[in-house]
């Protein structure tokens, strides 16, 4: 490409000067000499955000992060979306304790939109899809199915570069948001293997990790990178006893746990992730590459608590009649509820000689001590009847996990040709495939229906997410007379997407013998997949698009991308993009985009059905979710999934003056018919009868209904401020890094299937405001960085949110690291994420009243956004070679 000298000058200078536009500058490249530290700031160009070669984050005319691989090395924690979270403050991660799969895959959110709206690359290849939903997902991640961070490891990465622009003109589906693209290491030599251990502040969660990386020749001509990972963590609790659990525990039963539910992160087994990434050059103008990685893990967390006199469908759910005899409990009966609330006279009792003879068995009443009858439990053997306190007198409390193992491989070749009418022009062939499988598992619970035969250990099934790409790029400079080439590239793709679900064993979804004596069905806390839910549903697409680069002056840049996209379930869709950058002096450029997106519903959403437990008006009850289309979702709303649709533009500028580096960016993202998990649907009695008419299962022991829809329409505004500024100091290299960002999410059109509460927490429930600070510095054998991170206010949400909710208080965190370089090969590091220990809100109060607020077992507010578990401290070897 026939680039101006000032041109290649004025990229060099911004990558030499923007050091990491979010974060420290990585201690390799502040402690090294000459053409070696050259090199290793030159990598901070990007490969997002332009088709033409890849550019300085300075000289884009869109915003872009560029985090080092050694920056992302320092952090207590090892979880990918901790160590983005402490460098890019528009993204927020959430901890989720008893969500379901949601505490097994964590989703993060970029700009305050969900995590499917932010699309994920390896390589620059689209990566694919978790298997799992976050059917709990807190409110913004309701229903969103996003790639698993969390499996990259951060040993095997040369650098992270973060796109805060919508690009699914350029890019495709998902990047509303925008774009984060995972880079591999590349070197054919040297490597490092380090050991880190830690734990809380608290005492527990205490977590070992092992990681290595080795460069190796692949050949004369090429490389083969391989990096592994592997970690434990013990759980976490930040619990307080129920009151109901320490009054039975008072009142002498026997068996109580403290405490009886847990709130914290859970238990995490050999998590193995391995990474290779190997390139060959061909020939002096093609280079054929290939990478992929396998990574697996078990995780174990816990549910609620099951209370032995209350849980409806194994404990509770038989009220009095006006006449006196025990009656079957209908917990949508909403007066029948307020007698069981008042009451909660009887547990209930079935016959193990069927439904006729239920009534004949003894009336277990609860006694004024808060217990069952000792003496009427003791008689129903002797009936032929049967009580679940007979077996689990003190209640129990699911154990919810899950396996999830995860690989993918991509294989391709690029280069330049060198004849023809595309002399010139390079090239990008290649081919992937990905696949995530979750297989869950629950344990301490029963199948209700299936009475004293009910096994307490399930295997509910597992969801399994395909995909296949096929790529074709091409791009070439062609002279029309302007500063430089205008670069023309363009491409197709071919993606294929499937989702399957495996049934469960049968004891997890079976209807026992005490269905119809209002027993609950299937293992309670998540009943099993049935052979009816279970298939492979598969959906194909292809896109083309083109992308234009035009330098009209040295000056003055624009860019120009159109993307045609077709779907073989909704149809098609064409967005497009342009960008400007002016440079108005040597120190200061404009820039700014402004583009349309989308994002495709994932074929996930538009077919899964699952059954999950949720709190409602008190009382822990079982939803359905169905597919949008099934006949009873339709009845209540639901419709075919369309795709998401974006307006979005940007402007702002980059100031760069010496050793300063500065950017001002603003955005504002319109998302129309945005998808999400709609609210909780009371059934009625009508409403079962026509789920039974569509052959929907086990109608019975349900009491609500939802299903992914199209409801809402959103404007998310905010603003990125980005500076780097190096200086030597104390006798040593400093760089002092900030960050902030401004977010605020309006929701501007949406129907009662949302739901007011749940537009609050699209809106309240993330900080708007979020900064950090860090000043990292270089001696010759020591090296240090110290973050400040600032959270703006939240809306602190419980479980029973309609009556806890409350704006939390602005905090900030510290963490600090110090390395001692021993030798040239042996360094140790000792550090702390939220040094001080800054404490989230804690719960207590309901409403106005100052009730004390730990009816569930809680001690803080999840939707802390740095987490609840508080501070974390740690110590890593490192040996180099």
């Known amino acids: 490409m026939k680039l101006q000298l000032n041109k290649v000058s004025r990229a060099l200078t911004y990558a030499l000067a923007s050091t990491a536009t979010m974060g420290i500058m990585s201690t390799s490249a502040i402690a090294a000499e000459g053409d070696e530290a050259t090199d290793k700031k030159i990598e901070k160009i990007a490969v997002v955000g332009s088709r033409a070669a890849p550019r300085s984050v300075g000289d884009s005319p869109v915003p872009i992060d560029i985090i080092g691989g050694e920056e992302l090395s320092k952090g207590g924690g090892d979880d990918m979306l901790e160590l983005l979270k402490g460098s890019v403050p528009s993204l927020n991660v959430h901890q989720n304790p008893i969500s379901d799969a949601a505490s097994l895959v964590r989703p993060a959110n970029l700009r305050g939109l969900p995590a499917d709206s932010t699309l994920i690359l390896l390589n620059g290849k689209r990566r694919h899809r978790s298997s799992v939903i976050a059917f709990l997902g807190g409110g913004i991640n309701d229903g969103a199915q996003g790639p698993d961070i969390s499996t990259i490891p951060s040993i095997a990465l040369k650098q992270v570069e973060v796109l ?110 391995l990474f290779a990434n190997v390139g060959l050059d061909l020939s002096n103008n093609d280079q054929f590459y290939m990478f992929g990685n396998y990574s697996e893990r078990d995780v174990r967390g816990g549910f609620y608590y099951r209370n032995p006199t209350t849980r409806p469908g194994v404990y509770g759910g038989v009220i009095r009649n006006v006449n006196g005899t025990p009656s079957r409990r209908d917990p949508n009966d909403v007066e029948q509820q307020k007698l069981w609330d008042a009451a909660m006279p009887t547990i209930l009792v079935g016959s193990l000689d069927g439904y006729d003879q239920q009534l004949n068995c003894p009336v277990v009443e609860i006694g004024s001590n808060g217990l069952p009858d000792q003496a009427a439990l003791d008689s129903l053997t002797a009936a032929n009847c049967f009580a679940f306190n007979q077996v689990l007198p003190a209640g129990f409390t699911p154990f919810f996990g899950g396996n999830i193992t995860d690989t993918s491989f991509t294989v391709g070749t690029k280069g330049e040709i060198d004849e023809g009418y595309f002399e010139g022009a390079y090239f990008d062939l290649s081919g992937s495939v990905g696949r995530n499988e979750s297989r869950y598992f629950i344990t301490n619970t029963v199948n209700a229906s299936l009475g004293p035969d009910s096994p307490q250990d399930f295997s509910p099934g597992k969801y399994i997410q395909l995909e296949k790409n096929f790529n074709a790029d091409i791009s070439k400079g062609y002279d029309f007379d302007l500063a430089y080439e205008v670069n023309v590239a363009a491409g197709l793709e071919w993606h294929e997407e499937s989702f399957e679900v495996v049934s469960g064993d049968e004891a997890s979804f079976l209807p026992g013998p005490l269905t119809q004596q209002g027993f609950g069905i299937g293992s309670n806390g998540f009943p099993g997949f049935q052979p009816s839910a279970a298939g492979v549903f598969t959906r194909r697409n292809y896109g083309a698009y083109i992308d234009i680069e035009t330098p009209f002056t040295d000056e003055f840049l624009m860019g120009w991308a159109l993307r045609y996209e077709d779907y073989d379930s909704f149809g098609s869709t064409t967005n497009y993009k342009v960008t400007a950058q002016y440079q108005a002096t040597d120190d200061l450029s404009l820039r700014g985009s402004i583009s ?219 963490d600090a690291e110090v390395t001692y370089f021993a030798t040239e090969s042996v360094s140790i590091s000792v550090g702390a994420n939220n040094l001080f220990d800054q404490e989230p809100e804690k719960l207590d109060f309901v409403g106005a009243t100052g009730i004390p607020n730990n009816n569930w077992g809680g001690k803080y507010y999840e939707t802390s956004p740095y987490g609840i578990n508080g501070g974390f401290y740690y110590v890593k070897a490192t040996y180099t070679f």
Do not use: C
């Open 596 to 814: 349309t997106g989308f994002r495709a519903p994932t074929v996930g959403q538009a077919n899964v059905s699952n059954v999950q437990t949720n709190l409602s008006s008190g009382v822990l009850v079982d939803s359905a979710l169905l597919p949008p289309t099934n006949p009873i979702a339709v009845q209540l709303g639901g419709s075919e999934l369309q795709p998401e649709e974006s307006q979005s533009y940007t402007f702002g500028a980059v100031y760069q003056s010496g050793d300063l580096f500065l950017t001002v960016d603003y955005y504002n993202i319109e998302v129309t018919d945005r998808i999400s998990q709609s609210e909780k649907i009371e059934l009625t009695q009508a409403d079962k009868t026509a789920l039974k008419a569509a052959g929907v299962p086990n109608v019975d022991g349900l009491a609500q209904v939802s299903f992914f829809t199209n409801d809402f329409d959103t404007t998310t505004q905010g603003v990125d401020v980005v500076a780097n500024y190096s200086m030597d100091l104390l006798d040593g290299y400093s760089t002092f890094a900030f960050a902030y960002n401004w977010n605020e999410t309006t929701v501007d059109k949406f129907s009662a299937i949302t739901g007011d509460f749940k537009v609050k927490r699209l809106e309240e429930d993330l900080p708007k405001h979020r900064s950090s600070f860090t000043w990292s510095s270089q001696w010759e054998t020591v090296s240090s960085f110290v973050r400040a991170n600032y959270f703006g206010e939240y809306q602190g949400v419980h479980v029973d949110f309609d009556q806890t909710a409350k704006i939390a208080d602005a905090s900030v965190t510290i």
């Open 164 to 273: 805060r622009d919508g690009a699914a003109a350029q890019y495709g589906s998902d990047a509303i948001a925008g774009v984060i693209n995972f880079v591999l290491k590349d070197a054919s030599e040297g490597g490092s293997f380090s050991v880190k251990k830690g734990q809380y502040f608290e005492g527990d969660g205490d977590a070992t990790t092992y990681e290595g990386n080795v460069g190796l020749p692949f050949s004369d001509d090429g490389f083969a990178n391989l990096s592994f990972q592997y970690k434990e963590a013990d759980p976490t609790s930040r619990s307080v006893q129920r009151p109901d659990a320490a009054a039975f525990a008072s009142a002498g039963l026997e068996g109580v746990r403290d405490p009886a539910q847990v709130w914290g992160a859970p238990e995490i087994n050999d998590d193995i992730s």
